[in-house]
């Protein structure tokens, strides 16, 4: 482990990966980044429900008996989806590829991927993912569904924001 010595003034944002909570001895694992950072509460356009669209807050809960493909939002005929945030922790023993993607089945075989990753773990640690999308992935079609797909066994938990769109 080494620590990070020197001037900060120039760095915008630090992500942290806690790997130890409570009294327990632990260490946590930071990444630094040169991308923008926002400040808590203040945007730089209306955020969503302030110009007419329906937000969603959706949670993810994915047994790790099989692989999966399961979907977490739908859409109706007039609107389009519209995902800002994707928040989940993943364990999988053998590791898999993890896809959130527009349409049902295999996401091999759809073109629209809003995420994807491979996670290797063990069936004692968990990798976490904390995606704020800062220019929302929008789905190509009305009357849709956003699914989760992975290959192998995992078990999942988490939670997707976004909000219905009609453009």
């Known amino acids: 482990m080494e620590d990070y010595i020197g001037s900060v003034s120039s760095i915008k944002k630090i992500r942290f990966e806690v790997i130890s909570a409570g009294y327990s001895s632990g ?21 969503p429900h302030k110009f007419g669209n329906s937000l ?5 809960f994915l047994d790790g008996s099989t ?26 023993a053998a590791g898999t590829n993890i896809t959130v993607h527009e349409g049902s089945g295999n996401a091999d075989s759809h073109d629209f991927w809003a995420f994807s990753t491979f996670a ?4 004692t640690e968990s990798r ?6 800062s220019t929302p992935f929008l ?25 219905y769109t009609e453009n």
């Open 27 to 47: 260490y946590i694992a930071g990444r630094l980044s040169r991308t923008n950072s926002v400040l808590e509460g203040i945007e730089h356009v209306s955020p």
């Open 56 to 60: 969603f807050h959706k949670g993810i």
């Open 67 to 92: 692989a999966f493909n399961s979907g977490l939002i739908s859409s109706d005929s007039s609107h389009k989806i519209a995902l800002t945030h994707l928040s989940f922790g993943v364990t999988s």
């Open 120 to 123: 290797k773990t063990s069936s």
């Open 128 to 133: 976490f993912f904390n995606l704020f999308i």
């Open 139 to 163: 789905s190509q079609s009305k009357n849709t569904t956003i699914c989760l797909t992975s290959d192998g066994v995992a078990t999942l938990r988490g939670v997707v924001h976004g909000y």
